[in-house]
């Protein structure tokens, strides 16, 4: 499965909806993050992804400059990277952490015009990495026999 | 909701004598049955701040302890709270930050793998146990300072105490897990400097809650918030990443708190905006002394760099980078609370390389 679609992230979303006992000790989240990777640079791929509770209610694909509460913008190339170190050792790793990636900001950037949007980023840090963290079994179940 | 009772021939005394009283049961005049409605995650402050039990008032008729929305007796002793004015304490996003608060504790004795810790070289070591010196030296004072001011907080604005009494224990566990990471790895604790209570000397000393805040939550906390982000490239190991991610999200809702209620004074009292701004004059530059002190630079170098090998070509280059970063997401904060510092602040901004227009754009889009 590609990761810049939005079967992708509809699958992740069905991941998080699915284990609730893994998000419960984390607290519930309200955000409203814009994922935008690139590849060919005039056509990006954006995905939003709403969370409620503990829960990921709504994922949509949008224009790369939509609304939301913050935004990971970055190439292709290095969201494949942290989905990678993710499907190997089941969760991210070292620099390929969602807030290694953003705070280096070399690759991904973490952008939005709200500082109080951007420190949801902060606020729900474990929330978003636990999100992303679940492609290890969505990625997992899809190689399997 | 049942038929009233007849409830006119209750005894009006106690089988020992006593007088006994009946009004609560058909007298009182405030309001009865407003029913909320749980919402999915269970019944929150939010879903109760309905009908007059969600209106807060800008400037409370009582200064006691009775809670808001109850029919208050006259003649009910005043408490001496001295923030009576909304304007004092109150954020648009205090029942939001309490309910995730509460939401998102976490335990500094469970939910930190401390089995996983592994032996480091000593000046790495050494670095770690600093930071943790110092950090369960400042931490503590987000929990000093709202303790200082909450008994002086009308109580009509129970969810703004409620949100505050959330950051006193936030910020215990911070200094419980500093405190445990400083002792647990085979170090200990390290050098305190005067700098550090210097600070907290002049948060602790603010004149007003106002102040105290825009020192304590965007200043102080704000800069805290940017350094457990900056956690993931100090920590040594994952055990102190996660330490420094779970505090990061407890420090978020502090400096979300302070910098919605900054805003929130500010629009009800303008005048207000010059007593933050003289806070922040001085803050800004007790801040900078400290976060350049020779001791908290180094042990950060140290880290950042892995060790005091790569110190000058890796670790004070990065050091300079987070410095920038943390001047950065503050000089945005107080664009959102509505009061500009690019204009006053006596941050050197363009030695920083810090981008002003970018810092503006984060006032328009309050």
């Not at chain 2, 309905?50 to 969600?54: L, M, N, V």
């Not at chain 2, 500009?340 to 050197?348: F, G």
């Given at each position: 499965m590609r990761i810049d679609s939005l079967p992708f992230f509809a699958a992740l979303a069905a991941e998080m909806n699915s284990h609730p006992e893994r998000y419960q000790p984390l607290g519930e989240a309200d955000m409203d993050v814009v994922v935008v990777m690139r590849d060919e640079p005039e056509r990006p791929f954006a995905v939003r992804c709403a969370f409620e509770g503990i829960r990921c209610e709504h994922v949509v694909e949008v224009d790369a400059d939509s609304p939301c509460e913050y935004r990971l913008d970055g190439p292709r190339a290095a969201w494949q990277a942290m989905f990678d170190d993710i499907a190997a050792r089941g969760r991210a790793t070292g620099l390929q952490t969602i807030n290694s990636l953003a705070l280096l900001g070399d690759d991904i950037r973490l952008g939005g015009s709200d500082p109080m949007g951007l420190d949801k980023f902060s606020r729900f840090n474990q929330t978003l990495q636990e999100f992303f963290d679940g492609a290890s079994r969505v990625l997992a179940m899809e190689v399997a026999p | 909701m049942s038929e009233p009772k007849d409830?006119?021939?209750?005894?009006?005394?106690?089988?020992?004598g006593a007088p006994l009283d009946w009004a609560w049961l058909r007298g009182a005049k405030s309001e009865w049955g407003v029913h909320p409605k749980p919402s999915p995650r269970g019944l929150t402050m939010l879903d109760i701040a309905?009908?007059?039990?969600?209106e807060v008032p800008d400037h409370p008729a009582h200064r006691s302890m009775a809670p808001r929305g109850a029919d208050i007796e006259a003649g009910t002793p005043d408490m001496?709270?001295?923030?009576?004015?909304?304007?004092d304490v109150w954020a648009e996003n205090t029942r939001e930050l309490y309910e995730e608060a509460v939401a998102r504790q976490w335990s500094a004795t469970r939910d930190i793998?401390?089995?996983e810790l592994r032996e480091l070289d000593d000046d790495v070591e050494h670095a770690m146990c600093q930071l943790c010196t110092l950090l369960t030296e400042v931490e503590m004072i987000a929990a000093d300072l709202p303790a200082k001011w909450m008994w002086r907080m009308?109580?009509?604005?129970i969810e703004a105490k409620m949100f505050l009494c959330t950051q006193i224990m936030d910020e215990a566990r911070h200094a419980e897990v500093f405190r445990k990471r400083a002792l647990a790895n085979g170090g200990g604790l390290l050098l305190s400097r005067n700098g550090a209570t210097s600070l907290l000397r002049t948060i602790i000393e603010a004149k007003s809650y106002t102040q105290a805040t825009a020192l304590m939550h965007l200043l102080g906390e704000g800069f805290v918030l940017d350094l457990f982000r900056m956690g993931e490239l100090i920590a040594p190991s994952d055990v102190e990443k996660r330490i420094f991610r779970m505090c990061m999200q407890d420090e978020a809702r502090h400096v979300a708190y302070g910098t919605m209620h900054i805003r929130y004074s500010v629009e009800h009292d303008p005048d207000v905006a010059e007593e933050i701004h003289e806070a922040l004059d001085h803050g800004e530059m007790v801040l900078t002394e400290f976060g350049t002190a020779p001791d908290v630079s180094t042990a950060l170098a140290v880290l950042l760099a892995g060790g005091v090998e790569h110190v000058e070509d890796k670790g004070f280059p990065l050091s300079l980078e987070m410095t920038k970063k943390q001047f950065t997401s503050y000089l945005a904060r107080c664009e959102r609370a509505g009061i500009?510092?690019?204009?006053?602040?006596?941050?050197?901004l363009d030695l920083l390389g810090i981008d002003i227009e970018s810092i503006r754009s984060a006032g328009r889009a309050a």
């Open positions: - | 409830y006119s021939n209750l005894p009006t005394m106690s089988p020992l309905s009908g007059s039990y969600g001496g709270y001295i923030l009576n004015d909304k304007a793998p401390w089995g009308n109580h009509e604005f500009s510092r690019v204009e006053r602040t006596k941050i050197p």
